[in-house]
């Protein structure tokens, strides 16, 4: 075994003296840490069962005001359901007022644009037929400047007649 203890290099003297530092390590930290940190646990678990006695104490308190304000929330609804009646009922006769006016005003809308659209299609017919008469007289004049052969003649028409759908 001593030869395993040389191989190692193993010294009892030395393995003494750190058994002696790690039981001073030990000691320092049991006194250093050990005592403050139990005492700190102690003072938060006393604090932890008085909050518990206290939170006990307020749930208490607590489930009489919640009994309380369910009285009070049920006479609440009740009172809310009322309420919803009457505007429910009131609410249906004015649908009914708006659904009637709405009717009315959309007819004088569509009477009113039809009116215009009849307005508009008279106002276009009658640029048409300036814009036709205008381009006659042109053409006319055209025929009048030169004298026009045969088939002149047919490609001034053709041309008045192209122009007047373009128009149109």
């Known amino acids: 075994m001593a030869a395993i203890f040389d ?3 193993f010294s009892g003297a030395t393995f003494w003296f750190e058994a002696a530092n790690v039981a001073v390590v030990i000691g320092l930290l049991y006194f250093i840490l050990w005592k403050p940190l139990a005492k700190s646990f102690a003072n938060r678990e006393e604090a932890i069962e008085g909050s518990l006695k206290k939170a006990a104490t307020a749930k208490e308190e607590a489930e009489k005001v919640l009994s309380s304000y369910q009285h009070k929330i049920d006479e609440a609804h009740q009172e809310a359901q ?3 009646e009457k505007t429910t009922k009131l609410a249906e006769t004015t649908r009914a ?3 009637a006016q709405a009717r009315e005003e959309a007819g004088r809308v569509m009477e009113q644009a039809r009116m215009e659209i009849e307005r508009e299609q008279r106002a276009a017919l009658a640029d048409i037929r300036k814009e036709a008469a205008d381009l006659v007289v042109t053409t006319a004049g055209k025929v009048m400047a030169r004298a ?5 003649r047919e490609h001034l028409v053709k041309e008045a007649l192209s122009e ?3 128009l149109q």
């Open 7 to 9: 191989a190692l290099g």
């Open 82 to 84: 009322a309420i919803l």
């Open 164 to 166: 007047v759908e373009r």
């Open 97 to 99: 007022e708006i659904v």
């Open 148 to 152: 026009l052969t045969p088939d002149d």
